[in-house]
């Protein structure tokens, strides 16, 4: 047994268990997909998406508003490339709940947890652990890409919960604008490195049946399942090339930005159009500031600043992921959701700077930031054959409490499963104790993006 073993181990795979996510599981190029682009952190509302030019100075930052290619919708200044193409989105101003921490608050959009206590991991399972358990139970699929996948996921906060570790991403960690960026255990190149990888594995395998009768607790049959996902992940070329920047045209990656967040989004719509069905990335590191978030207190960033330091990198990056995916014909089947887990106080706060660096000033410094903001704050959807070029909901004058089309966490979940052909009302997985729980426990798809 140990031999079989020592055999298997010197295939070099120290991320091994990563690979679980990558289940044999459904289906064609015709498979809804999702891209979410997640701001950890919360991004102010009023510095971007629902500026409030007419409010007083106690609120009101320092941006301009400027119009879009959508009659009467404006953004603040931070966001040109996003103004030239507003008709290919849709801004929902309208997204409210109550979790004030950024774990609660992560939570809240993620999985629906109700509980506006922060907790140090998740209860209830991520929508995407879910997806991934619901479509794995699909035997038809035959792409070899794993169906969740993370391009420097959102890994706090979250995650698969009760249903296990087999459910959350295959993650890619490493920075895709690096010259040398590669995923490691993906695509051998080498057709003879194959063959011995497979006589390695048959050789663990028939020392393995000698076990079976002593396996209670089913470990060989779920490491069997994890071997199968790794193998296909090796050997088959089609993954090496969905993961592989380099076929791209220069002017693509140009268009997106030679930077993390650039080349994340790019691999990430290369992902989607090569048949991955949930892909999530992350918009922090040093692109966002001295603390490397969107977590704009006074004590972190100069919350200005930061804003205009990162605006760049963000808004080209998002406009080049949506523009793409209407470009390469994705736009029915590739649903693209970009949000934080809430927004930041409408009311500018004033506290001493812990440190200098990049949109901070030197330590004991007073400057502005905004902090916590669930009770309203917007999120971006397009593609996923939705209705764009609007505007859905209302927040008050001063950007503090929606007053038209309140929207929830729920209901943000069950448009995403909606058109991922879940209904989410309907579907029950058992929790820890066995116990049947809603994906969705309260909530309906938001009517006005559905086509």
């Not at 409210?96 to 991991?121: T, V």
């Not at 409490?401 to 058109?419: K, M, N, Q, W």
């Amino acid at each position: 047994m140990r031999l079989g073993l020592t055999g298997f181990a010197s295939l070099s795979w120290p991320n091994l268990m990563q690979l679980r996510a990558a289940s044999p599981l459904p289906s064609s190029h015709e498979k809804t997909a999702v891209i979410m682009v997640w701001l950890p952190g919360g991004l102010s509302h009023l510095d971007s998406y629902d500026p409030k030019p007419e409010i007083g100075s106690e609120y009101r930052g320092p941006f301009k508003t400027i119009d879009t290619k959508v009659p009467g919708l404006q953004f603040t200044e931070l966001l040109p490339r996003h103004a030239q193409i507003a008709d290919k989105f849709t801004i929902l101003r309208s997204m409210s709940h109550r979790g004030p921490g950024h774990p609660a608050g992560s939570m809240q959009m993620l999985s629906g947890d109700p509980d506006e206590r922060d907790k140090s991991k998740p209860k209830l399972p991520d929508w995407m652990s879910v997806v991934n358990y619901l479509r794995s139970q699909d035997p038809q699929r035959s792409n070899p890409l794993p169906r969740y996948v993370g391009v420097n996921p959102p890994l706090e906060y979250n995650g698969p919960a009760y249903l296990g570790d087999a459910y959350s991403p295959f993650s890619v960690q490493d920075d895709p604008n690096r010259p040398n960026f590669e995923v490691p255990n993906i695509g051998l190149a080498n057709p003879a490195e194959a063959i011995r990888l497979g006589n390695r594995v048959a050789l663990r395998q028939s020392i393995d049946n000698l076990e079976r009768s002593f396996d209670r607790e089913g470990e060989l049959g779920a490491l069997d399942q994890f071997e199968t996902q790794a193998m296909t992940l090796l050997t088959n070329p089609q993954t090496r090339k969905a993961f592989d920047l380099n076929q791209e045209d220069p002017r693509v990656r140009d268009r997106y930005g030679r930077n993390r967040w650039g080349q994340q989004l790019l691999l990430a719509r290369r992902l989607a159009e090569a048949g991955a069905e949930i892909i999530t990335s992350s918009l922090n590191g040093p692109l966002c500031g001295r603390v490397s978030n969107w977590d704009d207190h006074a004590v972190n960033h100069h919350v200005f600043d930061a804003m205009r330091f990162r605006a760049e990198a963000y808004d080209q990056a998002v406009t080049a992921l949506i523009e793409d995916v209407y470009a390469r014909g994705l736009d029915k089947r590739v649903l693209v959701v970009v949000t934080g887990e809430f927004g930041r106080t409408p009311k500018i706060e004033y506290d001493r700077s812990t440190g200098a660096g990049n949109a901070s000033a030197a330590a004991g410094t007073v400057q502005p930031g905004r902090d916590h903001w669930p009770r309203a704050f917007s999120n971006l959807w397009a593609g996923g054959g939705i209705t764009t070029g609007r505007v859905i909901g209302a927040t008050d004058k001063r950007g503090e409490d929606v007053i038209e089309r309140v929207c929830s966490p729920g209901d943000f979940l069950a448009t995403i499963y909606h058109h991922l052909g879940i209904d989410g009302s309907k579907v029950l997985i058992n929790d820890f104790n066995g116990r049947p729980t809603p994906i969705v426990d309260q909530g309906k798809p938001i009517a006005e993006l559905i086509a």
